[in-house]
């Protein structure tokens, strides 16, 4: 079964840092870019930063850059993103997602994990 | 680029055809293929989204035919030809033509 699982979420102080993890499995993991999308309670998804398959291309949207990394292990299918800095408005639910390999459209999304970011 | 989606919102009475609209600030049409890299994603509460349409107008593997769209220069659009009870969801369209991959604001789709 193709599935990502997001881990690392929790409740952080403004200012301070998380590590996102997503395992994959069921898909050649090393074969696709892998985004970081979120989503604000009650709002729309945000794409945030993505990788390409060897790690050697990294982009982010502008307001998470120099504070959150992107990052991937391919030997252990597994994505991450390292968020510093954190802010209020860095509250979402955070989901990985796989580019197809063939038409880049995000094809597999994992469930999310919630940030909430509050003193 | 800024994906402009509309109507916010939808009701439709079940077998009822609904129709929902995104335009891009600018081309999205790829040189390298000639494509369009707009995806459509459906969303239901307490899920992640789920891809429908790609290409502006290729429906994803397993996606009900009832589900198409459409591409007229930089304006998109999502038919559902006949409206199920289970399509009940929001609605979003996005670019993935260069980053940051931006996405509609979403339309919410309900029955009347």
């Known amino acids: 079964e193709v599935q990502l699982v997001e881990s690392g979420g929790g409740l952080v102080q403004p200012g301070g840092s998380l590590r996102l993890s997503c395992e994959a499995s069921?898909?050649?993991?090393?074969?696709?870019?892998m985004s970081w999308v979120r989503q604000a309670p009650g709002k729309g998804p945000e794409w945030v930063a993505n990788i390409k398959q060897d790690g050697s291309e990294k982009y982010y949207v502008d307001s998470v850059k120099g504070r959150f990394t992107i990052s991937r292990d391919n030997a252990k299918n597994s994505l991450y993103l390292q968020m510093n800095s954190l802010r209020a408005e860095d509250t979402a639910v955070y989901y990985c997602?796989?580019?197809?390999?063939?038409?880049?459209?995000?094809?597999?999304w994992g469930q999310g994990t919630t940030v909430t970011v509050s003193s | 680029i800024v994906m402009t989606q509309s109507p916010d919102s939808l009701a439709a009475s079940l077998g009822e055809r609904a129709t929902i609209n995104c335009k891009s600030s600018?081309?999205?049409?790829?040189?390298?293929?000639?494509?369009?890299?707009l995806a459509w994603y459906q969303q239901k509460p307490g899920q992640p989204p789920k891809l429908l349409i790609y290409w502006a107008s290729t429906r994803e593997s397993g996606v009900p035919d009832r589900f198409s769209g459409s591409e007229s220069g930089t304006d998109f659009t999502l038919t559902i030809s006949s409206l199920q009870a289970e399509d009940v969801a929001v609605y979003y369209c996005q670019h993935y033509y260069s980053t940051p991959y931006t996405f509609g604001q979403g339309t919410k789709v309900e029955i009347k």
């Open positions: 600018q081309s999205i049409l790829s040189n390298s293929n000639n494509k369009n890299f």
């Open positions: 069921g898909f050649t993991f090393n074969s696709n870019w």
């Open positions: 997602a796989s580019h197809n390999y063939y038409y880049f459209g995000m094809d597999v």
